[in-house]
């Protein structure tokens, strides 16, 4: 132990990292010192400060790493540059808007989040934290290691700071996922398994990174890249080692066959959480995986392809077909997660400069897509009808059912339209930001010579499609059980004496009921909540992300495009 | 009057103006939603007015009106803009069309619903659907084109799913699934294009993509990916499956714009894209499209024959149509094309008028079925009148402007293929049934006691009907305005797929 000299650290360079993650720590203090009543509101200012800070800081760092192309932090184990910003900058800003919508409550005062998560479902001592209407405000410094472990992940530039980072993010998602409010043994479920599939993929990940060791003798991402380049007679250790790292990166990503998760921590993970989680960690692993094969393994290429090529097919396929066949919201919507790992994996197979544009591009759309459909998700809810005198019962968890979104287009016209926005990026409907993703992923496929993914791709597509204009039918050309069938009902308009008044996007949502198509002698009907607003504001900058960047997306392209590479 | 007025610009701007103006109506004014959707169609036509007076007719082969402006400079697009007299043509053949769409919307969601609230969206998209069509035939970047080509496709899907009849789920989630499929493979030969071009900020110029060097085998796999997309859009045998059940099921007024004038787009990028673009290629495909341009003219026919459902029947005669216009497109004569580039703007009057009336028909009965019709002539003369005349045109009766056209496209197709001219003369043998059979069943014969107090056509139905049987007598005894609009065109493009021209009445055969 002689002669150890502490490194200069460029802290300027790490301030998004270190303003997150130092919020989280205070964060923590908080919870320990801070009065009850008082806690939501301190935790919610410190996190949205955090995250708004460290987009701020993005934007302060952005002129000099334009400049000097990037530079490394703490001797070589996090690469400040380009691609990390724009990386950075994509997840400090939804960071920032899932915040908005797990903050957000209804006007009963209810979050998304269990009472207390600790507590056995059904059993008395959950049931007394929910009518002493506890709050948990512990979500917040979670969201903050998350986002911090989410910073650390892409700029990475050692493999061991990539492995502590990918335990950081996920250590608290895994927690955050079981804390749903209702159904909270599928949410307990979906963390479960959540936590035991990621642990096996971070024990492959880790004996893929001590294989690699055992090949290069180095863990950082240069000397790695040159071992690679230097034929040694070992490739078969160095293959088997590529391979169980990208597995762990495929399985953040979702990637078949590394998708199972997906769509049950979909589903039972707290909504605004599935936002979180679809867009952000989505950006910071895609951010990780795209690193890795463009400069550590790129002289692996032709070894590595065939793998990727099939991940990136199937991923397209199994994401597509098994959207199709989903009756629940937030499956359908954790499948298409899937197919779209798949597209952007087409834009990263590519490898070429405009691949790392394209995807990058890519992640920001998407994430914005993502965050703004789960957000309405949490808002649209079941309620009870009591029968006694018609009066509107209470407020109960999302209508994710398909079926209970029929009508919602006649009901609630801006929300259903905002909605009906988001499906058409995913979709890939040109003026929408998901069509310039999608172009840009598809070109630079076919710019480096895989145009059959791109092919596949569209088929994909257009298959796609089918899913998400079903929806669309279902909000707006579907009425109640009793008007369907008909070619235009008059009762449609009968309970909504309001259609004609468009909520605005300031006051929360009007909350208008429909009978559920399915169940139209049932006594649970649908509504649209209304909360405090947060999460109609987050929306909001959503859907205008979704516009500006379908109509208008010169500016963006151009600033990614003028950062677009990667340090050695 | 100058001539850097952006003409073309503003024939799109004014309609999504009007659309957005529609859509914020506060409350107390929606009452006047139908007026001011009229007004804004009426500015749109006045301003179409305005750029066929800027436009020099005199070299209506050259593009012009033309603006162009960076858009997404990284990925190589551009905002251009510009017509040649085909283009003009069919931009001025849509704004006429959507006034009138507009005035036979008047009653035709009224009588649907209690809510005339419902009649203001439905105006909102026709005048969205506007801009769209305009900027379709406009464009001369193939990105915007593509774009534009499939955003179109929303407001469409929405006004056939939400107004149309009682299938209308079915119908518009085909007709978007068909497009989308079509559209996304084209997107694929979009990208490879611009690959093969020079790249640069301005690589999706058509100019620029224009007479590049391709290698055989790719430029045949382009073209069939663009033109599987224009042939479902067309729609052509054998897929043209969506047409029947959008049309059946779409309020009458979007039948129009989606027959009369959305499905030209398919028809117009063959001709203004698959035969510059990929001039060697076409000329490989030719024969096969020539066939199957004439099972579609003759199995369209056939199938308008057979339906029992008045809307369906002028859906298969446009699949006929649609026919006749490939088969001149690729039949590479300077005749045959001029032909077809007229045939579409006559197409888009006389189904329009068809379908139009027979929205009027279908409202005042509450049925599609032919068979709850009969005898109406005597019940509703001027009404008959008007189908009658609409009917003609259809069949391409002498002194008619569909005459002229569908003469021009046989005679120039018998230049080069006199086979093909005479077995496509079977359509037009075929339209006479259809057409004098729909309307011997519809309006003689004995009437149903129930139809006796038919309304006939009051002022507003006949001031939406009279201006497209106007045009199409003018054209039909004057076609020298329309023809010079679009004939120099048609010798540009065969210049570009590099065929020297047969004459019309020399008789010789393929080259």
């Known amino acids: 132990m002689s002669g150890f000299t502490a490194p200069t650290i460029d802290w300027g360079a790490l301030s998004p990292v270190v303003i997150v993650l130092g919020a989280a720590i205070i964060g923590v203090l908080v919870e320990a010192f801070v009065p009850a009543r008082a806690r939501r509101n301190a935790q919610l200012a410190l996190s949205l400060l955090a995250t708004i800070g460290a987009l701020v800081a993005v934007v302060l760092l952005w002129p000099g790493v334009e400049e000097s192309g990037?530079?490394?932090?703490?001797?070589?184990?996090?690469?400040?540059?380009?691609?990390?910003?724009?990386?950075?900058?994509?997840?400090?800003?939804?960071?920032?808007?899932?915040?908005?919508?797990?903050?957000?409550?209804t006007e009963t005062g209810e979050d998304a989040f269990a009472p207390n998560a600790a507590a056995v479902p059904g059993s008395d001592y959950e049931d007394v934290a929910r009518r002493k209407g506890i709050h948990q405000t512990e979500i917040y410094p979670l969201v903050l290691f998350a986002t911090g472990g989410m910073l650390v992940f892409p700029a990475a530039g050692d493999l061991l700071t990539l492995f502590v980072a990918l335990e950081v993010l996920s250590l608290p998602l895994y927690l955050l996922a079981g804390m749903a409010r209702r159904r909270r043994l599928l949410s307990q479920e979906a963390s479960m398994k959540y936590f035991l599939l990621g642990a096996f993929a971070s024990a492959l990940f880790l004996f893929g990174i001590a294989l690699i060791y055992g090949y290069s003798g180095s863990l950082r991402y240069a000397d790695i890249a040159t071992a690679t380049g230097t034929p040694s007679g070992m490739e078969s250790v160095l293959l088997v080692g590529s391979v169980l790292i990208l597995a762990g990166l495929l399985f953040k990503v979702g990637a078949v066959p590394f998708h199972t998760w997906t769509p049950d921590v979909y589903q039972g993970a707290p909504t605004p959480i599935t936002g979180f989680m679809g867009a952000c960690t989505k950006i910071a692993a895609f951010g990780a995986l795209l690193r890795i094969?463009?400069?550590?393994?790129?002289?692996?290429?032709?070894?590595?392809?065939?793998?990727?090529w099939t991940v990136a097919i199937l991923t397209m396929v199994?994401?597509?077909?098994?959207?199709?066949?989903?009756?629940?919201?937030?499956?359908?919507?954790?499948?298409?997660?899937?197919?779209?790992?798949?597209?952007?994996?087409?834009?990263?197979i590519a490898l070429n400069q405009a691949g790392i544009t394209a995807v990058l591009f890519y992640l920001l759309v998407y994430g914005a897509a993502t965050v703004g459909a789960f957000g309405i998700v949490w808002l649209v809810r079941e309620r009870t009808r009591q029968s006694a005198d018609g009066s509107p019962g209470p407020i109960l968890g999302e209508a994710t059912h398909l079926s209970q979104w029929a009508g919602l287009?006649?009901?609630?016209?801006?929300?259903?339209?905002?909605?009906?926005?988001?499906?058409?990026?995913?979709?890939?409907?040109?003026?929408t930001a998901g069509f310039i993703g999608k172009f840009g992923v598809f070109s630079a496929a076919v710019d480096g010579g895989a145009w059959p993914l791109a092919l596949i791709g569209v088929l994909a597509s257009s298959a796609a499609a089918f899913f998400y204009v079903r929806i669309i039918v279902l909000m707006f050309f579907t009425g109640s059980a009793s008007a369907d069938g008909e070619p235009t009902g008059t009762d449609v308009y009968v309970p909504a004496g309001d259609v004609s008044a468009p909520i605005s996007a300031g006051d929360g949502a009007v909350a208008v009921e429909t009978v559920v198509e399915t169940e139209a002698r049932s006594t649970i009907t649908t509504t649209v909540v209304k909360t405090e607003g947060l999460a109609v504001a987050a929306i909001a900058i959503c859907a205008l992300l979704t516009i500006v960047m379908g109509i208008a997306p010169s500016p963006v392209i151009e600033a990614i495009q003028g950062v677009a590479s990667f340090l050695p | 009057?100058?001539?850097?007025?952006?003409?073309?610009?503003?024939?799109?701007?004014?309609?999504?103006?009007?659309?957005?103006?529609?859509?914020?109506l506060p409350a107390g004014l929606r009452k006047h939603a139908r007026s001011v959707a009229l007004a804004v169609a009426v500015v749109v036509l006045a301003l179409g007015v305005g750029a066929l007076l800027a436009f020099d007719t005199d070299a209506s082969q050259a593009i012009q009106l033309y603006e162009q402006h960076a858009w997404i400079p990284a990925l190589g697009v551009s905002y251009a803009v510009g017509v040649d007299g085909v283009g003009l043509a069919l931009v001025l053949m849509s704004i006429v069309l959507v006034p009138l769409v507009v005035l036979a919307a008047w009653r035709e969601q009224d009588s649907l619903t209690v809510a005339t609230d419902r009649l203001r969206r439905y105006l909102a998209l026709i005048l969205l659907l506007e801009a769209f069509i305009v900027a379709v035939f406009s464009a001369r970047d193939v990105f915007l084109f593509y774009v534009l080509f499939e955003a179109m496709l929303v407001p469409v899907y929405f006004m056939i799913g939400m107004f149309g009849g009682a299938l209308r789920r079915y119908a518009a989630v085909k007709f978007l699934l068909y497009s989308l499929a079509g559209g996304l493979i084209m997107l694929i030969a979009v990208i490879a294009l611009y690959l093969q071009g020079d790249g640069g900020p301005e690589g999706f110029l058509t100019a620029n993509l224009t007479g590049l060097d391709i290698a055989p085998t790719t430029e045949k796999l382009l073209f069939l990916a663009f033109f599987l997309a224009f042939a479902i859009k067309a729609p052509m045998f054998p897929v043209h499956t969506w047409l029947p059940d959008a049309a059946q099921q779409a309020p009458a007024g979007t039948s129009t714009l989606l027959v009369g004038v959305l499905d030209k787009v398919g028809t117009f990028g063959m001709l203004t894209l698959c035969l510059p673009l990929f001039p060697d290629a076409s000329r490989w495909a030719a024969p096969v499209i020539i066939v199957l341009a004439l099972v579609s003219i003759i199995y369209g026919a056939a199938l308008a024959i057979g339906q029992k459902d008045i809307m369906r029947l002028i859906a298969y005669t446009s699949v006929s149509h649609f026919g006749f216009i490939v088969l001149g497109i690729f039949a590479f004569t300077s005749t045959s094309i001029a032909g077809s580039s007229f045939y579409?703007?006559?197409?888009?009057?006389?189904?329009?008028?068809?379908?139009?009336?027979?929205?009027?028909?279908?409202?005042?009965?509450?049925?599609?079925?032919?068979?709850a019709f009969g005898g109406l002539q005597k019940i509703v003369p001027v009404f008959a009148g008007f189908f009658l005349v609409a009917g003609l045109s259809v069949l391409s009766l002498p002194g008619l402007s569909t005459f002229i056209s569908e003469f021009l496209v046989i005679v120039g197709t018998f230049a080069r293929h006199p086979a093909a001219a005479i077995v496509s003369?079977?359509?037009?043998?075929?339209?006479?049934?259809?057409?004098?059979?729909?309307?011997?069943?519809?309006?003689?014969?004995?009437?149903?006691?129930?139809?006796?107090?038919?309304?006939?056509?009051?002022?507003?139905?006949?001031w939406a009907i009279a201006p497209l049987l106007l045009l199409m007598l003018i054209f039909?005894?004057?076609p020298r305005p329309a023809l010079d609009l679009v004939s120099p065109p048609a010798s540009v493009t065969l210049e570009q797929v590099g065929v020297t021209d047969v004459p019309a009445g020399t008789d010789e055969g393929s080259n």
Do not use: C
């Open chain 2, 344 to 371: 579409m703007v006559n197409h888009g009057l006389s189904t329009g008028a068809m379908f139009l009336l027979a929205g009027f028909l279908v409202a005042r009965r509450g049925t599609q079925e032919i068979s």
């Open chain 1, 70 to 105: 990037g530079t490394t932090v703490l001797g070589g184990s996090v690469l400040v540059d380009g691609p990390t910003l724009v990386l950075w900058g994509s997840i400090a800003l939804f960071a920032v808007i899932s915040l908005l919508i797990i903050a957000d409550r």
């Open chain 1, 293 to 308: 094969v463009y400069t550590v393994f790129p002289d692996l290429q032709w070894d590595l392809a065939a793998i990727l």
């Open chain 2, 425 to 462: 003369t079977v359509g037009v043998v075929l339209a006479a049934i259809y057409i004098l059979w729909l309307y011997q069943r519809v309006f003689t014969g004995p009437a149903p006691a129930d139809l006796e107090g038919t309304a006939d056509l009051r002022a507003r139905e006949r």
């Open chain 2, 476 to 478: 039909g005894f004057v």
């Open chain 1, 409 to 431: 287009g006649r009901t609630n016209p801006l929300l259903a339209l905002t909605f009906a926005l988001f499906l058409l990026s995913f979709a890939g409907i040109p003026l």
């Open chain 2, 1 to 24: 009057m100058s001539s850097s007025f952006p003409w073309l610009t503003a024939l799109i701007v004014v309609p999504v103006l009007g659309a957005v103006l529609l859509w914020a």
């Open chain 1, 318 to 348: 199994v994401g597509t077909v098994g959207a199709l066949v989903q009756s629940d919201m937030k499956r359908v919507l954790g499948y298409s997660s899937i197919a779209h790992s798949g597209f952007i994996l087409t834009g990263i």
